[in-house]
């Protein structure tokens, strides 16, 4: 894969990493990020991840929900880093301020049940993600936005969040909840009166009286939004599918994570979006061409004479890496068999953890190639 030429080109607006957690999504975007801007593009990377590595890897003391210009020295014209953290509660609020009125967005705000919701509720953090998106795609700001998608045990937590969130603010026990106000004012009691009491007395039980009643009242008020709520889920969707994405599927030459790799290279192909490639990080290539055997055979050799014993560490050491080098090319080939038209990229371990620009501009150039 050309990671060069897809940064290169114009028309990628927004690049998307994804795979299963661990597998070093986060200092993927932020490098991918680096490496645009200092090619002379005005990019913005957003992070999900609330360990803030990213933050101080780019030399800040923080992010929050608004990007924040990162300063990288000798920059070429037109080149510009931002980055942000995703803040799912503020996000969501945002999203009901600009769609909401003045009085019906307060009762939202203060509504225990959307407190608990927008931060809690299954799928929430996945499709703030994509409201943000959304938003800093809108701005028409940013040449180019790379996004590190949530850490989720699916990766396909991260495609249906938005209809999944969706369907259930509009599912048949929103609708019940909502009922009082859409039948003309009678109280939620005289309405499950008439046929609802059981479901109202076993929801009471389980979650509460309170509970109910405050849900009930969050929906009555979120009433008015369910369609636009709905319209900005399938504009995301459809981001996701235009010609100006690209998605990268990042992955560890590990079977859990090259599994969870091919599921979701799979999945992008059913919901046809772009896919440029699989990034593998953390690889092990061999660095000198001497078999493995041959190193042992030296190593055993100097033992027996009891010279150069460093010298024999080194063959030992060189003879585990070519194991662990094999033992990465069968799985990466058991992968590339299934899915021969996906370009792979493999970026060498680097020998500390990443901390700043400098280490975020060298795992950019391994996967560079360079």
């Given at each position: 894969?050309?990671v060069?030429?897809?940064?290169d ?20 975007a932020a ?7 200092e ?6 990377v ?10 101080q890897?780019l ?5 929050d ?12 014209s037109?080149g ?6 995703l ?7 945002d999203m009901?301020l600009?769609?909401a009125?003045d009085?019906?967005?307060?009762q ?9 919701i927008?931060?809690s ?29 949530p ?21 048949r026990?929103?609708?019940m909840l909502s009922?009082p ?31 109910l ?16 709520f709905r ?5 995301t969707?459809?981001?996701l ?13 590990e ?17 046809q979006?772009p ?13 000198a ?13 100097l ?11 080194v ?38 953890d ?17």
């Amino acid at each position: 894969m050309d990671v060069d030429a897809l940064l290169d080109d114009r028309g990628t607006h927004i690049v998307v990493c994804c795979g299963s957690g661990g597998v070093g999504k986060t200092t993927t975007a932020a490098a991918l990020a680096l490496r645009a801007a200092e090619r002379g593009r005005r990019t913005v990377v957003l992070t999900i991840d609330p360990a803030r590595r990213l933050a101080q890897s780019l030399g800040l003391r923080e992010l929050d929900n608004q990007p924040r210009r990162v300063h990288v020295a000798n920059l070429p014209s037109g080149g510009e880093l931002n980055a942000m953290m995703l803040d799912m509660r503020r996000t969501f609020d945002d999203m009901v301020l600009a769609h909401a009125s003045d009085g019906r967005a307060e009762q939202i705000l203060a509504n225990p049940f959307y407190q608990t919701i927008s931060t809690s509720f299954s799928g929430t953090q996945e499709y703030m993600a994509m409201e943000k998106l959304g938003q800093l795609a809108a701005t028409g700001q940013w040449d180019l936005i790379v996004v590190d998608t949530p850490p989720s045990r699916s990766a396909l937590d991260f495609l249906d969040a938005p209809q999944r969130l969706g369907a259930v603010l509009d599912g048949r026990l929103i609708r019940m909840l909502s009922a009082p106000a859409r039948a003309g004012g009678r109280s939620i009691r005289r309405l499950v009166g008439a046929g609802f009491g059981l479901f109202a007395r076993a929801v009471s039980t389980i979650v509460g009286g309170q509970m109910l009643a405050d849900a009930s009242a969050f929906v009555q008020a979120f009433d008015t939004m369910f369609g636009g709520f709905r319209e900005r889920a399938r504009q995301t969707y459809e981001l996701l599918r235009s010609p100006g994405t690209a998605f990268l599927v990042i992955a560890a030459p590990e079977p859990d994570a090259l599994r969870e790799a091919s599921y979701f290279v799979e999945r992008l192909a059913a919901e046809q979006m772009p896919l440029a490639g699989l990034v593998v990080n953390r690889t092990h290539p061999v660095l000198a061409p001497l078999p493995a055997p041959r190193a042992l055979a030296a190593a055993e050799a100097l033992e027996r004479k009891g010279e150069a014993p460093l010298a024999a560490a080194v063959l030992r050491l060189h003879a585990d890496r070519v194991a662990v080098a094999d033992r990465e090319k069968r799985m990466l080939a058991r992968f590339t068999r299934a899915h021969p038209s996906v370009a792979v990229v493999g970026v060498p371990a680097l020998p500390t953890d990443v901390h700043d620009l400098d280490g975020l501009r060298e795992i950019a150039r391994r996967m560079a190639g360079e």
